[in-house]
T-cell receptor, first 117, second 114 residues
Framework: AQKVTQAQTEISVVEKEDVTLDCVYE???????LFWYKQPPSGELVFLIR??????QNEISGRYSWNFQKSTSSFNFTITASQVVDSAVYFC??????????????FGKGTKLSVIP | EPEVTQTPSHQVTQMGQEVILRCVPI?????FYWYRQILGQKVEFLVS????????KSEIFDDQFSVERPDGSNFTLKIRSTKLEDSAMYFC????????????FGQGTRLTVV
C-alpha cells in the first residue's frame, strides 16, 4: 500500500526559530504530485503548495520553502523565522494513482507545530 | 475567488438518524471528493465522483454512505444510519481534472453523533 509518514507528531519552537517538517512517502508511481496543507485550529484545510515529481528544484515562497528529493521519496517543508500564526497541524499529501482508475490525496498523520512567543 | 462551500458547518444528530451533508463545488470543476477526519487523526479519503458516478471509494465508504449530485451544482454525502464512530469532520473537495490538481477543500462540516 502506498503510504505517507510524517515522523514528527508534535514540534514546539520559539518564535523566530526555523523549523523543518519531514515527509516521506511510498509510491510505485513515476509521475505524481505532492501537496502540503495547513490546518489551523479553526479546522479548515489550507492549500500551501503543489509540486510535481518531474521538478526537483527547491521552491521558496516567502518564509516557506520545500525540499523535494525523489530519490529518497521525501518532501520536507521548512518555515523560516516562525511566527505564532504558523501554529497549526501540517499535512503532507501526495496525490497518488490508486490503481483503480482514479487519483486521491493520501494524507500523512500530520505534524502539530506550536510556535511559542 | 471561487471556493467550495459546505453546509452546515456543524451538525449534531442522534445515533441511528440519517444525515445529509451538503457541498457546492466550484462551478467548472468536474471531479468531486469527500474526505473524513476523525478528531485528532489524519484526513482519510472516502469517495471520488465524476460524470455522475462514483470513481472510487475507500473501505470506510460502506453501504451506509451514499453520494449524489442532485441538481448539477450540489454534491451531497448521505449517511443512512449514523453511528457514534461517524463523528468526524467531513471535507468536500473539487478539482478541474483528475490527478495533480490541488483539490479545493471546503471548510468542513463537523458531525457529532450522540
Amino acid at each position: 500500500a502506498q503510504k505517507v509518514t510524517q515522523a514528527q507528531t508534535e514540534i514546539s519552537v520559539v518564535e523566530k526559530e526555523d523549523v523543518t517538517l519531514d515527509c516521506v512517502y511510498e509510491t510505485r508511481d513515476t509521475t505524481y504530485y505532492l501537496f502540503w496543507y495547513k490546518q489551523p485550529p479553526s479546522g479548515e484545510l489550507v492549500f500551501l503548495i503543489r509540486r510535481n515529481s518531474f521538478d526537483e528544484q527547491n521552491e521558496i515562497s516567502g518564509r516557506y520553502s520545500w525540499n523535494f528529493q525523489k530519490s529518497t521519496s521525501s518532501f520536507n517543508f521548512t518555515i523560516t523565522a516562525s511566527q505564532v500564526v504558523d501554529s497549526a497541524v501540517y499535512f503532507c499529501a501526495p496525490d497518488l494513482y490508486s490503481g483503480a482508475g482514479s487519483y486521491q490525496l493520501t494524507f500523512g498523520k500530520g505534524t502539530k507545530l506550536s510556535v511559542i512567543p | 475567488e471561487p471556493e467550495v462551500t459546505q453546509t452546515p458547518s456543524h451538525q449534531v444528530t442522534q445515533m441511528g438518524q440519517e444525515v445529509i451533508l451538503r457541498c457546492v463545488p466550484i462551478s467548472n470543476h468536474l471531479y468531486f471528493y469527500w474526505y473524513r477526519q476523525i478528531l485528532g487523526q489524519k484526513v482519510e479519503f472516502l469517495v471520488s465522483f465524476y460524470n455522475n458516478e462514483i470513481s472510487e471509494k475507500s473501505e470506510i465508504f460502506d453501504d451506509q454512505f451514499s453520494v449524489e449530485r442532485p441538481d448539477g451544482s450540489n454534491f451531497t454525502l448521505k449517511i443512512r444510519s449514523t453511528k457514534l464512530e461517524d463523528s468526524a469532520m467531513y471535507f468536500c473537495a473539487s478539482g478541474p481534472r483528475q490527478g495533480g490538481t490541488e483539490a479545493f477543500f471546503g471548510q468542513g462540516t463537523r458531525l457529532t453523533v450522540v
